[in-house]
């Protein structure tokens, strides 16, 4: 029996972290599906994306741990786990969702998951927004022409 992994995120700018994400994941099983989040889930859970959702997806997909990536639901996040049926739900140290309650959720709608959460890369927690931050912090002590 193959045992799917499924992770989720935004993955707007990758970085190290999400790089490091996806590796733990794909090692607690043998496939790592990732579901990449739909710009209005984005919009709503974190910020205006940067980046398009097609091309996260497509960006996301061709990281070496990630055997296929796809976008999620625009209503129902439990949509993607009921149509992929994974074994294993991986989730970041930063994400809101509460391990049990996604259990619950899953199992109610026929789907027993185990969800384990991903801890931060170790002495490295850099994350989009920190990024965005450094840029604008750069830009700003730059001199004008």
Known sequence: ???????TG?????????????TEA????DELVVVVARDQTARR?????????QLRREMVES???????ILGSTTDIYETVVHERPSIIALGYN???NER????????????????RIG??????????RIVERIVERVAREPRP
């Open 10 to 22: 935004v993955f707007d700018l990758l970085h190290p972290g999400h790089l490091y994400f996806l």
């Open 120 to 129: 931060a890369r170790p002495h490295d927690e850099i994350a989009t927004r």
């Open 26 to 29: 794909k090692r607690l099983g």
């Open 63 to 69: 990281l070496k741990p990630v055997d296929r990536a």
């Open 1 to 7: 029996m193959v045992v799917r992994v499924m992770a």
């Open 95 to 97: 994400q809101v969702w």
């Open 45 to 53: 859970l974190k910020h205006e994306p940067y980046v398009p959702e």
């Open 101 to 116: 309650e996604v259990e619950r959720e899953c199992g109610r709608r026929g789907v027993p998951v185990k969800v384990v």
